[in-house]
Antibody, heavy 120, light 111 residues
Framework: ERQLVESGGGLVQPGRSLRLSCVVS????????MHWVRQVPGKGLEWVSGITWNSGTIGYAESVQGRFSISRDNAKRSVYLQMNSLRTEDTAFYYC?????????????WGQGTLVTVSS | QSVLTQPPSASGTPGQRVTISCSGS????????VYWYRQLPGTAPKLLIY???LRPSEVPDRFSGSKSGTSASLAISGLRSEDEAEYYC????????????FGSGTKVTVL
């Protein structure tokens, strides 16, 4: 079965860190680029970060540059988002998505999301 | 506010054709592909159109995309009740390593 499963969300205080994980099954993970997209409940979509199939190219939204870090472990079929210095405005559902081009092109399939709440 | 501009809402009766516009600039739509996503309430977004006008195999041909200059549009023909959802356009901005920018979203209502 093809699926993406995010985990690691939860309630965290401002200034603290959190690490999100996304495990992919049913796809040839080594060939995929991976992305993280977030959505404040009831609001629009915001791309957070992306990483190509070989980790050769990584991109970040300006709003998270320097605070968030994306990585992948192809052996574990997983992509991660390390979120440091969290702010209240980082509160959102975080989705991982695959990009079958292997580079940065289209976000093909999405997970169901994990909720991150940053609050004191 | 969003880099790409969409109308907040659109509507039609069953069987009608609805078109959603997406306006950008020379740094995004003007030089890169456009993508369209649909999001039903409480669910993750789903890809509808990629590279301006291509459909994933599982997306019906009632959905079509086009691009001209710095604008794009999504057309839904033969509108159905299950098409009631939020629709987002997207494009890479400035360079192909990001950011990937989304439109503000258009809520389609089937009357």
């Amino acid at each position: 079965e093809r699926q993406l499963v995010e985990s690691g969300g939860g309630l965290v205080q401002p200034g603290r860190s959190l690490r999100l994980s996304c495990v992919v099954s049913g796809f040839s993970f080594d060939d995929l680029a991976m992305h993280w997209v977030r959505q404040v409940p009831g609001k629009g979509l915001e791309w957070v970060s992306g990483i190509t199939w070989n980790s050769g190219t990584i991109g970040y939204a300006e709003s998270v540059q320097g605070r968030f870090s994306i990585s992948r472990d192809n052996a574990k079929r997983s992509v991660y988002l390390q979120m440091n210095s969290l702010r209240t405005e980082d509160t959102a559902f975080y989705y991982c998505a695959i990009d079958r081009s292997g580079r940065f092109d289209w976000l093909d399939s999405w997970g169901q999301g994990t909720l991150v709440t940053v609050s004191s | 506010q969003s880099v790409l501009t969409q109308p907040p809402s659109a509507s039609g009766t069953p069987g009608q054709r609805v078109t959603i516009s997406c306006s950008g600039s020379s740094s995004n739509i003007g030089r890169n592909y456009v993508y369209w996503y649909r999001q039903l309430p409480g669910t993750a977004p789903k890809l509808l159109i990629y590279r301006n006008n291509l459909r994933p195999s599982e997306v019906p041909d009632r959905f079509s995309g086009s691009k001209s200059g710095t604008s794009a549009s999504l057309a839904i023909s033969g509108l159905r009740s299950e098409d009631e959802a939020e629709y987002y356009c997207a494009s890479w901005d400035d360079s192909l390593i990001g950011p990937y920018v989304f439109g503000s979203g258009t809520k389609v209502t089937v009357l």
